[in-house]
C-alpha cells in the first residue's frame, strides 16, 4: 500500500544523518513512483514533486541536524495543504437548511443521507430526509428503511417529480419544525444531461446550501472526471468520499480537491449508519504516511470514556499511580472503544508485535476481573508486593492459576508502560508540537 511504500522511503531518510541533493532528488522519484501507483492524478504528482524538491533541498533543510525528517515533515505539509489543509464544516444557512447529495448510482447517496441525518440528530438538529430519487423502485423504500434505523423521519411522495417533491419537502419541513433536509436524489451509471437538468431544476427550486457530491473512493481517477463534470454543472459545494474503509488505493481522497476546488467535507468508513466522519486533511495525510492517527485516537476515546474519569486517570498516570484498579478500568473502557488491536494501531510507532499478549477477549476479561477482586486493597494499589505466596493465594481465591496471576501482572506493567506512552502524545500533541 501507498503508507508501507512512503514508510519505506522514509526509513531511508531517516537512516541519514546528512542528506545531499541527489539523496534528496531520489527519494522524490520514488515518491512520485508510489504515488502515481496510488492512482494519484499524475498532475497532481508534477505539482507535488515539485513544490517539495523545492522546499526539501533548501537550506534550511540540508543544514539541519535531521535533513530526513524534515523533509519528512514537509511531504506531510504537502499532502495535507493537498487535500485543504483546514476540515471545511458544513454550511446551515437557511430555514430549513437544506443539502443536496448528488452522485452517480451506487456511491453510496442513499446510506451517507442516513448517515447525515444520523449525525446531524446526534448534534441536536432536526433533519428530515427526502425521496427524490423516484426512478429505481426500490430507492424510496430503502430511504425509509435507512431512515427508520437512525429515527429520522423520512418525507415522501410516490413518484411525483422530484422538483416538485423538493419544493413540497421544504413546506413540510417548515411545518414540523424540521431545520435541515437532506435531499437523496437519483443517480445514473453514467452523467447525463438529463439527470443534471433535473438536478439544475431541483437547485433553483429549494436553493441548497450545500450541493455535496457522494464519489465511491474505490473507483480512483474516475471518482475525480465524475466530480469535475458534476461541478462544473452544479457548482458543487463539497465532496463526500464514501467507501473509504475499502480496497482503496487512496488516488482519489488525494487527488480530487486539488483537482477540482472541491473540498472534501465527510468521508465514508463503512457500511454501518454512524461510519462517517468529519475530513480532517492532516488527520488523512499522518494515516496515509503510516505515522499513526493519534488525533483520531484521541477523540475517539474522548467520545466513549467519561471526560472526568479520563481527567483522573491521566493525572494518576502521570503521577506514576496507575494501579490495578485503574487497570481493571480501563481495559473495560478500551473495550467499550472496540478491539484493542484496532485502537492500538492508531498509535504511531506501535508494532503488533508490541501488542502481544494484550489482547483480551471477553472470557480472559473476566478472569482478569476475577483475580484483581481476589486481591487485597493493598496489593491492587501496590503490586510490587504481590510475592509468590500472595500470588498463590489470589489464583485459589480467584480460581485461577498462579500463571494466570503472573501473566496478569505482566500485561499490567506493559498497560501502564502503554499509556504513559499516549499521555506523552496527547501533550506534546496539545503544545502543537509535531512528530515523526
Ligand atoms: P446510491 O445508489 O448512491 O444511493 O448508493 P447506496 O447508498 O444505495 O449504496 C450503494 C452500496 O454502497 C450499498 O451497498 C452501501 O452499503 C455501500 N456503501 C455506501 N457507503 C459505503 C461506505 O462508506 N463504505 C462501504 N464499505 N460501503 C458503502
Ligand atoms: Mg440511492
Redesign the pocket.
Known sequence: ALSQKLDAIFKKLRGKGKLSESDVKEAMREIRLALLEADVNYKVVKDFISKVTERAIGHEVMESLTPGQQVIKIVYDELTNLMGSKETKLNLKGNPAVIM?V?????????????LGNYLSKMGRRPLLVAA?IY?PA?IK?LHV?GDKVKVPVFSMGERKPVEIARASVEHAFRHGNDVIIL?TA?RLHIDEELMEELKEIKSAVDPCEILL?V??MTGQDAVNVAESFHSKLELTGLI??????DTRGGAALSIKAVTGCPIKF?????KLD??EQFYPDRMASRILGMGDVLSLIEKATQNIDIKKAKELEERIRKEQFDLNDFLDQLKQVRKMGSLDQIFSMIPGFSPQKMQGLDFNEKELVKVEAIINSMTKEERRNPSIINGSRRKRIAMGSGTTVQDVNKLLKQFEQMKKLMKQLSEMEKSHKKGRFRI
Do not use: N, P, Y
Not at 452522485?103 to 448517515?115: I, M, Y
Not at 468520499?241 to 475499502?246: A, M, S
Not at 468521508?267 to 457500511?271: I, L, Q, R, S
Open positions: 447529495l452522485g452517480l448510482q451506487g456511491s453510496g447517496k442513499t446510506t451517507t443521507a442516513g448517515k430519487d429505481r430507492a430503502q435507512v437523496d443517480g457522494v465511491d473512493s468520499l464514501t467507501k473509504l474503509d475499502g468521508v465514508g468508513m463503512g457500511e461510519d462517517l
